[in-house]
Each structure stands twice: as structure tokens, then as C-alpha cells.
């Protein structure tokens, strides 16, 4: 993350300056709003990032975050992988479509605690359960952002696929490859949920984990600390972000370039 | 060109896909699922821990008798709708202020990506001083689906195509006109999927307000089940639950149909042969 | 042509479209100028930058380098009163929209009222020859009725200045005399001003009151031919003259000579 | 109800009305007895029950005075109170019946597990509901007491609905589980095996009725008049034990005939400070507070 | 052309869309024989049902009545080694690769080895004059240039048979006899069956062996032309020849005679 910072400086520090600025404006009214407050619910942001400092940037790191990270890269990894296979499934075929339409939306619906008991007999209180449970709660935009941009894909694109007679592996990956840009919306908005899965899936069955500690804080009435947890959430969930950005600028220039955003200068 | 207009469209069979084709696939698709869970059900659990349909089943129909379910129902439906009204609202507001507006964009993006992962559930006590239960839920609700519609009219606007945004400056619609004509029928497919996503949301995050700090509905029914260990009754509440998300779904794919009839996925669909 | 009278004057136009890769100089040293309701035709070889020339000129892409005035004022964004057929004729009309709305939607903009909206969308469909795929919505149109509906949206709106980029190109030769007979009506009765691009250099001369030849990329006025044929032309009449053939070889002679992009023809066509 | 103090709102029959919070548990069994039998009435009160209420939300809303009374676990409000929330455990609201072997909380191992005692469960996993609370001092006690390494126990956050398969499941070791589960997880196999509620204390309490300082401070008569209604209504409770089974199914979805076989928590009425002492213990040494909490501040006299 | 020596025949077709709203017959009772190597042209008014055809051709749209038999075989999906140059050329090209992977894609799919394919690769585009953008992507390029990336892609593709849709709309003058050259050459060589769409009848004259007018919507075959012009033609001396004039005047008088789709000139024209 503070390379990706690092080098948001050096291409501009103007772009950084803007990229800054609002949560630089943010902080301080933070910081001076609630420098007095005595409510012990919300305590003086100097005290969170004290707590910060005691918390975080200590062993707890690697015992607590680095364990959530693994499993929010595999969990989504995972969504990713199934939410763009179903999806491409759904969207190619209308059978598939019309025939799963219906559990889909029946499962979309059953809330993370809803399925933890399930998965608590089917698959033990390991790790392989929190997986699950990324998987599932960050899958859905996936699926249906692929089902959807797989659709809504060119039929002149899908003509000349079809008229070269391009072998179907090819023809698959043109197909993937033209609904990216909704297939990036959906991976995107799975990013941003995974993480917050990622804690819920943590209040259960935990014994590590950065969900599992920011929930301990709460239980405990340990808020700055509770506060400081939130802060690194918001922290990671801006790094991976920019790292999703970085991705993203790559695999989709051409759509920039073709929607005509791509500015010539 | 003969143009016979109002000639009654063809009578679609099975495979044509007509309405009643795919509601018959569904359905099929319903039971074999069901038929799926049942053998699942009954050759690796016990019926103690995950009970099979047929245990199930009696228990939501005698449910589906009794008002309590369907107060809770009612509740939980009530504040899905509110949430779901308030995020729609300020999430397309919001993703087309930000999203035609390049440098609110820049300025704008990172402290989104930062407020984007905060979990509104570790937040509960802090909104407890403010608000009352339902209205964390309502809440809870409305920031969650906020989140996925404005990412998704972001991801939307970015489709945009240059040579319409080209038309519509050179007949010199202004702003506005340009977000009624333009964008926001390109934004539409997004929003359609941002649909069926939030409708689900809505009603997971509205039983999970029940679930984690007991707000009265669907998801306060199905804790106290499982507090009382009933399992056959919170299973049968889950199946409630996902029955009401499917007719969710079929009603945001018919809003969807109507609004899009003129977006290539829906009319490949509606095409004959 | 003295600069005073000209609605229109580009001076010394360059544009370079940069990217990662390459970079394109597709305009330099452009220099021209329209009188207010002249027919200007423009023809050059394909990729010399004629698209990019409108494009700046109707205000929708900024030019790398010098300048472009209509009626006095330096062109930054698009002007009022402008009519543009673009070249991409499929994605400049609104799949959402029917055809009637598409033409429709200008003049609404534009704050027409109903009836007179009506009438003139209904003219301008007609004139066409779109009366009956009204209500249909362009994905349902062919090539050439998608391409028709664009230059009945321009025709409708009755603009002072129009951009034409390669509008008849996808019609058959009936009705593109037709539309070529139509667009000289409507300049004649209405004064407008018109640029036209055309690869047509029979259209560009039977249509044009001056033709412009740009030359290869990156793109400069090469030579430019008044043509001194009767105001009024006539698809038999004026195509038959004896001035009009002499114009044309002209013409054709210097595209002929202009240099064109690298082309290299393979042995298999010997 | 944003008023932030309704206990001082009388009615107009000179009632003070006052907001109870709890889960739709088991312990509100005497408070809806005593509601029915007119002995809040008679302390000059009038209570309404908020069940819309949890963990997560019943301390800030106890201080935030939108509510008067919320029960808690014993180690959740001393963790509480060392942290500097201003809670006054008023009177216990469910405790242990004292009866090792007879208790409405066990630490249970399946049946076929071989293991006999709680000490046999040193180095293994064993499930509790949440362990910040009452339960994780519960399960290590009774360790403990048979001689063991509590320390040595793996705990794991299990919630109770879900332990008599986890149990029979064979995904935890052991479990510490109260009723209706216990009953549930014993009908399905599981065995107890330790008692660490009595090991606790004999006269621990599990829950209490808190209040905020506040309160106490401004309104003491009604803390007072509260808590010798609460009393009062145990006493009842205490002599109508089938009335309190047949109140249970109507405020949960336990069914009448589990009710009427389950272990009914006992009824106290003081909070155990022997207890509250040992629990505080257990909190220093799980590391859940690092200071030592001021009991006299957290138990009203 | 008896039927027997046909590689492509065409039964009584006939097509009409339904949408809900409106039904379109675009083709009716179209009947045609194309023998193998024969190259035929086929114009006909805009939106009578020419592309319609040429999709049915390719099996990429399902006839509603009649059949289409490729080499004895009934047309149901694309048969193989088929080369289409689509009317919608700028969508048929895939913006996330370059001009290069796009023509190359088909011959990759279809197993040709590398250092072949990279040769017709580079040919087909030196052919077409896009050798230097080959490395640029679709967008970067003018109208006319990416209807050469698709003709280039059909062409290094080899195909017995070609469907091409308006192919050369988009370029110049000069440019389209350079391509007009190129694909007879290749026919010649290759013998490739060419089923041509046009709008220009001297192109249609100057290329086919046969031309086919189609009429007025529905399209059917209203006329056919043998060209018997000598096999090897040129720009100049073909195009002046008395017999190309003659055949040329035949099929313009066809096509004037053939009904257009409705249309009313409003009277501003007059
Ligand atoms: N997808 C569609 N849905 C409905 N109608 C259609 C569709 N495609 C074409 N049509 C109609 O079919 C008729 C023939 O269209 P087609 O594209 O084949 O014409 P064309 O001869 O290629 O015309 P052009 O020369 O303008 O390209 C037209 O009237 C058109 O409106
Ligand atoms: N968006 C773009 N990015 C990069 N290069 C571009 C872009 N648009 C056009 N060009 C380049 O600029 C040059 C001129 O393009 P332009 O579209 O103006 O040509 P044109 O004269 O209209 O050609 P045609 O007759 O084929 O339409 C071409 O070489 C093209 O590759
Ligand atoms: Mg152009
Ligand atoms: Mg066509």
C-alpha cells in the first residue's frame, strides 16, 4: 500500500494532493471535533490513534491481520473464480439461466450467521468455513455482473466469433474479455464486501484473525482500540483498492480507449 | 418495407423461452435442488442438526398460518424497503454527481475506498446511543446497498459511449439532459444488476439486524428459534426467508425487462427464431 | 473568399493523438475558411484526419494546436445551432430511444414546441423515406435506414452550420441522389452552411459550391476547386455537363497525385 | 424513545415507569410472573420489557439511558466497569442453582468420547458461546477444579444452538453449554461432565440486572424499589417452578414439553462478590482487562 | 448455372422479424444459385434485406422459410472456412487487441503455424495499406482504416467462401480501386466464391461475374446481369470500355425501375 502511495506521488502530486486531500479534511475534523468528547463510545480520535500505535503496529499484526488477509485472498480468490464461472454459465445460456434463477436468489438471501451453523456441521470450525463464507458473501456481485455483461455482449462481436469459427476456448475468452468491464464493477464491489465478510465470518469460530480482534475490543468495551481496528479496516480497504485500481487500468484500457476516455493528449 | 404492425406476436414453445417456459425451468430448477438437499440431507446429517426438506416443509406451511410470521415478515420487509428506497436514491444521486464530475472523482474516490470496508456491524454500539434497533437495521440496510449502487453507477457511467456523449453536446443538451438521455439509460444495465444484488442485500442485512441485535421480523424469529433450539423451526423460517427473496428476484427481473427491452441482453432474449 | 466575410475560419489546425505506443499527427497547418452558407466539400484519403478536422471544428475534441472561429468566436465546445452527422452513425443514435425520438430529441433540447416538433420529425422521417419505421428503434433498422435516421435528426434541427461525415455512405445510389438532392434543397432554402466529407468525388462535386482536397496524414489542405456550376444542379442534367466532368477530372487528378499513405499492393494482384 | 431517561416519566396511576432490556431468554420468566401478579405495581412501578436488545446493544443503551435495566453476564460487566463504564449490577438475574450435577450450565463431552472427567480435556478444543464471557471463566473452572491445566484449554466460540452438533459432530472436544442445549445436547448423545458454575461459586450469579450510575445516583428509590420487586418476584419464582415452566414457551419458541424438562436457573438475590471476584480473576488472566476493577463500584450495596 | 454445379444455393427464403411491437419481412421467396469460384455482386435499395441475406448465408440468423444448401450441406451455423466482412465493421473488430492480433486471431484459431501466419498477417495489412498501425488498437483508428482491418482479416483468412457487407463504404476513391484490384486478384487466385454487397453499381459491374438486384422490401431477386467482361479487369481501360458502359447503363435502369421503399421528397426540395 505505501508503495502504491509512493508511487501516486511520483507520478503527480497533484493527483496525490487530490487523492489526499478530502480524508486529510476528514481527519482533522476529526480530530478536532471529538478532541473534547467524553463519550466513552467516542473517544478522542488522538486516543484511537494512540490505540493504534499500542495495537497494531505490534506483533498483532502478524498474529491477527496477516491470518484475515490470507483468507480474504483465498475467500475472494475463490468468489472470483466460481462467481465468474457460474456467471459466464448463467449469462451464455438461457437454460442454465432460467433453470438457476430461482436457488440463486433463494441463497443470495440467507445472511452469513444464517449459514454459519449449516457450514459448522458440514465443514468443521477450520478455516475452510470463513472461507466459505467470503466465498459466499462476496460471489454474488461477481455472478451477477459476469451473467449480465456476458449478455449484454455485441452480437456483431459474437457473429464474428461465431463466423471465424473460433475455436470455443477463444470464443470463450472473447466473450469474457468483452464483459470485463462489468465483470471489474462486480469484482470490485466484491472487494469492499469480502472485507467486511471477512470480519463477520471472524465473530464465529475464531481464535485470530482482524475480525475476531476488533470484535474481542467490542465485547470488551475496549473502544479507542475497537475505533483503531475500524481505522485499519479503512486502511486496507483503501490499499487494496488502489491495487484493484492498478489492475484494472491495465486490463481495461481498451475499454477506456474505446468509450473514448482514454484522452489524447 | 411492409410493416404490419400489431401482428400478435408467435406463440413461443419451451425452448423459445417464453414467460411461462422459464418460470417452468425455474421451478424445475427448484426441485431439483430441493431433491439434491434432501438426499444430501439424509445420507451425511442428522436430521437433528440439518434437517431434511421433508422435515422442513410441514413446519412452513404451518408457519405460513400463523400472523406472527407474517408480522415479522411484514417488518422485515418494511425496513429492507426503506433502506433499500434511501440507498437507491443516494446512491444514484450520489454516483452521478461524482461520476460525471471528473475532479470530485479524484477528490472523492479515496476516502470512498477507505469508508467502503468499515463494517457497520462493529459500529452497532457506537449507533446504539442515536438510533434505536430498527433504525440501525433501516441503517444498516441503506449503507450497505448505498455502497453497491454507487459502485455500480460508477462502473456504469464508465460505459458511456463517447460518439452519444458527442451527440448529445452537439444538440447542446445541457447537464441534465445529457444524465436523462445519455447516461443514465447506459447507466440502467448496471443498475439493473445493482437491483437484484440489493434486493438480496436488503433482506439479508434486514434478518441480520434481527439476528445480532434482535430487531423485531424474520431475523429476531429465526434467533429466537435457534435460542430455543428448534432447528426444524429456524430451517423453515430460512426457507420462508428464501422464498420471499425469490419473489424479490422475479420482480426485480420483470422491473428490469421493461425498463431494458431495448438493451441487446434482453432483446437476444425476447428475439424469435 | 476574404477572411472578413467567413463564418468559419481554421487557422494553421494541428492535432496529434497521443498515447502510450504511438504517437498519430493526423492534422497540421490546417488552413480554411467558410463563408456563412457556403457548401463546402472536403475529400481526402481515408485516416488523412477529415474526422478529426470536424470533430474540432464542431467543438468536441480541443486541437493540439492553432485555432478555429465560427462566427467570431474561438470554438471550444460545441456551438449553437450545429448539426453533425457523424461517421459512426449506429452509435451517435440512441438504441433506447425510438427513431421518431431520436429526431425528436435535438428540437426538444432546443425547446420547439410540440406541434411544430411533430411536423418537423415527420418531414424530415419522410423526407428520408423513415415515415413508416417511425417507431422503430434503430437496432431494428438496417445499416443504411440507421444512417438515414442520423441525417434526419441533423435536417430536422435545421442548424446554421452542418457536418457531414460521410453521410450517404451506406445508402444505394437511388436514394443517394435523392438525399443529395434533398440536402441541396434544404441549403438553398435555408442558407445553411455545409461541410461535407465525402470519398465521393462525383457527390463532392455534383453537392459543393468549393471542394477541398486534404492530403495524406497528417492532414493539410492540398487544393482547393471552386466549383462554378449552375446553383441549382440536377441529378441528369448537371452529372451530364460537359463543366461537370471537366471539374471532376480535375478533382480526381489531384487526389491522383496526392500522396497517399503507404500502401503496398502484394504480387498476388499482378 | 430518544428521551435518554424514561424512568422518571409517572404515570398517571403514580406508576414510574420503567424500560427493562433483555434478550427473550429463560431468566425473564419471573419478570413477566411478576408483571402478571402485580408486584412491580406494588413497588410503585411500571415495566415494559424492550426484548429488541442484545449483547451488542444493551451497555451503551443501559448508559445512554434509553433504557433503565438490562441483564448482563458478570464477567461482561466487570470487564465493563474496569473499562470505565459507569454499570451498577443491581441484582443477579439468573444464577447458578448450586447443585453440581443438577446446574442449568455444563461443560458436556460426547458420549463416546471416552473422556470422563474435565481434566481429560487439557490441550483439547472445547466450544463456549463467546469468550469474553461468563462461559470461558465457566469451562476453565471446571478444569480447573478436577485438577487441570485451564490454561492449557483451546477454546472456541461456538454459540449454544449450535453445540449439541458440534458435539455429535465430533468438531469440538468438549463444550460448556447451558439449558435448553444442555437438555438438547444430552438427548443426543453428549454426557456432562463438569460443573463450573458451582466451581465458580456455590451461589454465583450468571447474569445481573445492571443499571447505569446515573441513575443510581439520581433515582435511587427507584433502583431500590427495582430490585426488591425483583426479589420479590424470585421468591415467587422460587415457589412456583411449573408456573415458570409454562411461561417460558409463550415469550421463546421453547416448546412446552421441553420446558417442562429443562433446569430452570436458581434464583439470588445478592450478587455474589465471591464470585464477581474469581470471575475478575479470570478476566486479568485472559487478558481481557489489565487493571484490577473496583468491585464495590460495580455491585450496589 | 444449373443447379448442380451450385456451391451455394438459396430455395424460396424468406425472413421476417417479429418484435412485439412490429414484423418486418425482409426477405421473401429469394431464390439464387452461386457456382464455386464464381464471384457475385448484389445490390438493392437500402433496408430491402441484403445483410439479412448475407447473415442467413453465413448461418448466422436462422431463415424463417426456405433453405440455404453450402456444397450440398443445409446452412444451420457458420460453415468453415468462411471469410464475412460486416456492414457494422468498427463492432466486428475486438478493442482489446491490436490490428495485428485481430487479423491474426482467426488463422491462429484455425492452427496456423506461427511464422505462416505472421506472413499473411503482414501481407494482408501491407494490401490494405495499414502495415505501420499494426500495432495500434481499433479506436486509434479512422472509420476508413478499421474497415480495412476487417478486410484484411477476411482476407489472410483465406476463405472458400467470402460474405462481404458494403466493404469498401468507408474509403476513399483511390483506396477502393486499390482494394477493388486486390480482391479480384485473390479471387482469381484462390478461386474463392465472393457473394458482394454494394451500393455502387460500377462496382458492382466492375467486379462481379454476375450482378443480382434485389428489389424493394421484402428483397427478392428482381434481376440478373452475367458480366461478360473479360476476367482479368482494370481501373481505366475496364472502366472505359463501351461493353462496362453498356452493362452499367442495363443495371441502372434495373434499379431505377425497381420500387424503392416509400419515399416523399417534401416540397423544399422542389
Ligand atoms: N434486428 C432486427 N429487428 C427487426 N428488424 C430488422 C432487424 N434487422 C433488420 N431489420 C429489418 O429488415 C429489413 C432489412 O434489413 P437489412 O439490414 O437486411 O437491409 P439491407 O439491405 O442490408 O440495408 P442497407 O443497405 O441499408 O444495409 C429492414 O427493413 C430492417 O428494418
Ligand atoms: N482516438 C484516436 N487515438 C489515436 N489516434 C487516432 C484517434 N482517432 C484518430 N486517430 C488517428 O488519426 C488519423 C486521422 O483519423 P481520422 O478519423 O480523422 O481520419 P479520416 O480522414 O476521417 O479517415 P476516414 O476517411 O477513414 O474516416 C488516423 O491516422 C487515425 O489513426
Ligand atoms: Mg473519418
Ligand atoms: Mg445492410
Not at chain 3, 481515408?46 to 468536441?60: E, N, P, Y
Request: hydrophobic share 50%; glycine share 8%; with cysteine.
Amino acid at each position: 500500500m505505501r508503495a502504491t502511495v509512493i508511487a501516486g506521488l511520483a507520478r503527480g502530486t497533484r493527483a496525490a494532493a487530490l487523492a489526499l486531500g478530502l480524508p486529510v479534511v476528514l481527519f482533522v475534523a476529526w480530530w478536532l471535533l471529538s478532541a473534547n468528547s467524553t463519550n466513552i463510545f467516542l473517544p478522542p480520535l488522538s486516543r484511537i490513534v494512540e490505540a493504534f500505535g499500542q495495537v497494531w503496529l505490534s506483533d498483532v499484526f502478524l498474529r491477527d491481520v496477516l491470518p484475515s488477509l490470507r483468507r480474504l485472498a483465498t475467500g475472494y480468490a475463490a468468489a472470483l473464480l466460481v462467481g465468474v464461472g457460474v456467471g459466464y454459465l448463467v449469462g451464455r445460456w438461457a437454460v442454465v439461466r432460467d433453470l438457476t434463477s430461482p436457488i440463486l436468489a433463494y441463497f443470495r438471501v440467507l445472511p452469513a450467521p444464517v449459514l454459519i451453523p449449516v457450514l459448522l456441521v458440514a465443514v468443521g470450525i477450520g478455516d475452510a468455513t470463513k472461507l466459505i463464507v467470503i466465498a459466499l458473501g462476496a460471489v454474488w456481485p461477481i455472478l451477477l455482473n459476469t451473467a449480465d455483461g456476458v449478455r449484454a455482449v455485441d452480437d456483431v462481436q459474437l457473429d464474428t466469433a461465431a463466423v471465424y469459427r473460433l475455436r470455443h476456448r477463444t470464443r470463450h475468452g472473447l466473450i469474457l474479455r468483452a464483459a470485463s468491464p462489468q465483470i471489474f464493477a462486480g469484482a470490485r464491489q466484491a472487494l469492499g464486501i469480502s472485507l467486511i465478510v471477512m470480519v463477520v465470518s471472524e465473530m464465529l469460530m475464531s481464535t485470530d484473525g482482524l475480525g475476531f480482534t476488533v470484535i474481542r475490543f467490542q465485547r470488551t468495551f475496549a473502544i479507542p482500540q475497537m475505533w483503531s481496528g475500524v481505522l485499519l479496516l479503512g486502511l486496507l480497504g483503501f490499499g487494496l483498492a488502489k491495487l484493484f485500481e492498478l489492475i484494472e487500468r491495465r486490463v481495461l484500457r481498451w475499454h477506456r480507449g474505446a468509450t473514448g476516455r482514454e484522452e489524447p493528449r | 418495407m411492409t410493416t404490419s404492425s400489431r401482428t400478435p406476436a408467435p406463440t413461443r414453445g419451451l425452448a423459445g423461452g417464453g414467460p411461462a417456459g422459464r418460470r417452468l425451468l425455474g421451478a424445475v430448477g427448484l426441485l431439483l435442488s430441493a431433491a439434491g438437499y434432501e438426499a444430501v440431507t439424509r445420507a451425511f446429517f442428522s436430521p437433528l442438526h440439518v434437517p431434511p426438506l421433508s422435515a422442513i416443509l410441514p413446519q412452513a406451511l404451518r408457519l405460513l398460518a400463523e400472523p406472527r410470521f407474517w408480522t415479522a415478515t411484514g417488518r422485515t420487509l418494511l425496513v429492507a424497503a426503506i433502506g433499500l428506497l434511501i440507498a437507491v436514491l443516494a446512491g444514484v444521486v450520489v454516483g452521478f454527481a461524482i461520476g460525471s464530475v471528473p475532479w470530485l472523482l479524484r477528490t472523492a474516490s479515496s476516502t470512498l475506498d477507505f469508508l467502503r470496508p468499515v463494517p457497520s456491524i462493529v459500529l452497532i454500539p457506537v449507533l446504539v446511543l442515536v438510533l434505536d434497533v430498527t433504525q440501525i437495521t433501516v441503517l444498516l440496510v441503506a449503507v450497505s446497498c448505498f455502497w453497491i449502487v454507487l459502485f455500480q453507477v460508477l462502473y456504469g457511467l464508465r460505459d458511456v459511449d463517447q460518439v452519444a456523449v458527442d451527440t448529445a453536446r452537439t444538440i447542446r443538451l445541457g447537464r441534465w439532459g445529457r444524465i436523462v438521455h445519455v447516461t443514465w439509460p447506459t447507466v440502467l444495465p448496471y443498475l439493473g444488476t445493482a437491483l437484484r444484488l440489493v434486493v438480496s442485500v436488503a433482506l439479508a442485512l434486514a434478518i441480520t439486524g434481527g439476528l445480532v441485535m434482535g430487531a423485531a421480523g424474520l431475523g429476531e424469529l429465526i434467533w429466537s428459534s435457534q435460542e430455543s433450539g428448534e432447528s426444524t423451526g429456524m430451517y423453515a423460517l430460512v426457507l420462508l426467508t428464501g422464498a420471499v427473496g425469490i419473489a424479490l428476484d422475479l420482480a426485480a427481473r420483470l422491473a428490469e425487462r421493461r425498463l431494458l427491452h431495448w438493451h441487446v441482453a434482453t432483446r437476444r432474449e425476447l428475439a424469435t427464431p | 473568399m476574404t477572411t472578413d466575410e467567413a463564418l468559419l475560419r481554421i487557422v494553421d489546425l494541428g492535432k496529434s493523438y497521443r498515447s502510450r505506443e504511438r504517437t498519430v499527427q493526423a492534422l497540421a497547418g490546417v488552413d480554411l475558411s467558410v463563408r456563412d452558407g457556403e457548401f463546402v466539400t472536403v475529400v481526402g484519403p481515408s485516416g488523412c484526419g477529415k474526422t478529426t478536422l470536424l470533430k474540432i471544428v464542431a467543438g468536441l475534441l480541443p486541437a493540439s494546436t492553432g485555432d478555429v472561429v465560427l462566427a467570431g468566436q474561438r470554438v471550444t465546445e460545441p456551438p449553437a445551432d450545429l448539426g453533425v452527422v457523424f461517421q459512426e452513425y449506429g452509435r451517435s443514435l440512441f438504441a433506447w430511444k425510438t427513431v421518431r425520438q431520436n429526431v425528436e430529441l435535438p428540437l426538444r433540447s432546443r425547446g420547439v414546441g410540440r406541434t411544430v416538433r411533430r411536423e418537423l420529425v415527420a418531414e424530415a422521417l419522410d423526407a428520408v423515406g423513415l415515415g413508416p419505421a417511425a417507431d422503430a428503434y434503430p437496432w431494428q433498422l438496417s445499416g443504411g435506414m440507421q444512417q438515414r435516421v442520423a441525417i434526419a435528426r441533423a435536417v430536422a434541427y435545421r442548424p446554421r452550420l452542418l457536418l457531414m461525415d460521410e453521410p450517404f455512405s451506406a445508402v444505394d445510389a437511388q436514394t443517394r441522389g435523392d438525399l443529395e438532392d434533398l440536402l441541396a434543397g434544404l441549403w438553398r432554402r435555408y442558407a445553411t452552411t455545409v461541410l461535407f466529407v465525402t470519398h465521393d468525388i462525383d457527390e463532392a462535386v455534383y453537392l459543393g459550391q468549393r471542394v477541398v482536397v486534404l492530403g495524406a496524414s497528417p492532414a493539410g489542405v492540398v487544393a482547393q476547386f471552386p466549383i462554378d456550376l449552375p446553383a441549382v444542379r440536377d441529378q441528369l442534367d448537371t452529372r451530364s455537363s460537359a463543366r461537370f466532368g471537366e471539374l471532376r477530372a480535375q478533382v480526381y487528378a489531384q487526389v491522383r497525385r496526392t500522396p497517399q499513405p503507404t500502401r503496398r499492393v502484394p504480387e498476388v494482384t499482378r | 424513545n430518544d428521551s435518554g431517561d424514561s424512568a422518571d416519566a409517572a404515570g398517571s396511576d403514580g406508576l414510574t415507569k420503567i424500560t427493562l432490556a433483555s434478550s427473550p431468554l429463560g431468566h425473564l420468566a419471573p419478570i413477566y410472573l411478576a408483571q402478571d401478579n402485580g408486584i412491580f405495581a406494588k413497588h410503585g412501578l411500571q415495566v415494559e420489557v424492550d426484548t429488541e436488545t442484545s449483547d451488542l446493544t444493551s451497555v451503551p443503551s443501559v448508559l445512554a439511558r434509553k433504557v433503565d435495566f438490562a441483564t448482563g453476564d458478570l464477567t461482561t460487566l466487570i470487564v465493563a466497569r474496569t473499562q470505565g463504564l459507569d454499570v451498577k449490577a443491581v441484582v443477579p438475574a439468573s444464577a447458578s442453582t448450586g447443585k453440581a450435577g443438577a446446574d442449568y450450565g455444563a461443560l458436556v463431552v460426547a458420549g463416546d468420547s471416552g473422556i470422563t472427567s474435565p481434566k481429560q480435556l487439557e490441550g483439547k478444543t472445547v466450544a463456549v458461546n463467546i469468550l469474553t464471557n461468563i462461559a470461558a471463566a465457566a469451562a476453565r473452572e471446571a478444569v480447573r477444579a478436577d485438577g487441570g491445566d485451564s490454561e492449557s484449554l483451546k477454546l472456541v466460540e461456538i454459540p449454544f444452538p449450535q453445540v449439541p452438533a458440534a458435539i455429535s459432530e465430533g468438531r469440538v472436544d468438549g463444550a460448556w453449554v447451558v439449558e435448553p442445549f444442555l437438555s438438547a445436547a444430552k438427548a443426543q448423545g453428549a454426557v456432562p461432565i463438569g460443573w463450573g458454575f458451582t466451581d465458580l461459586a456455590e451461589d454465583l450469579t450468571v447474569s445481573a440486572w445492571y443499571t447505569s450510575g446515573a441513575l443510581v445516583a439520581q433515582k435511587p428509590e427507584v433502583v431500590t424499589a427495582f430490585r426488591a420487586a425483583i426479589r420479590e418476584a424470585f421468591a415467587y419464582a422460587r415457589d412456583h417452578e411449573d408456573e415458570v415452566r409454562a411461561k417460558i414457551p409463550t415469550f421463546t419458541q421453547i416448546t412446552p414439553d421441553v420446558a417442562g424438562k429443562i433446569t430452570i436457573t436458581g434464583w439470588r438475590d445478592e450478587v455474589s462478590r465471591q464470585a464477581a471476584e474469581k470471575l475478575a480473576g479470570y478476566a486479568q488472566r485472559d487478558g481481557l482487562i489489565s487493571t484490577t476493577p473496583d468491585l464495590d463500584e460495580l455491585i450496589l450495596p
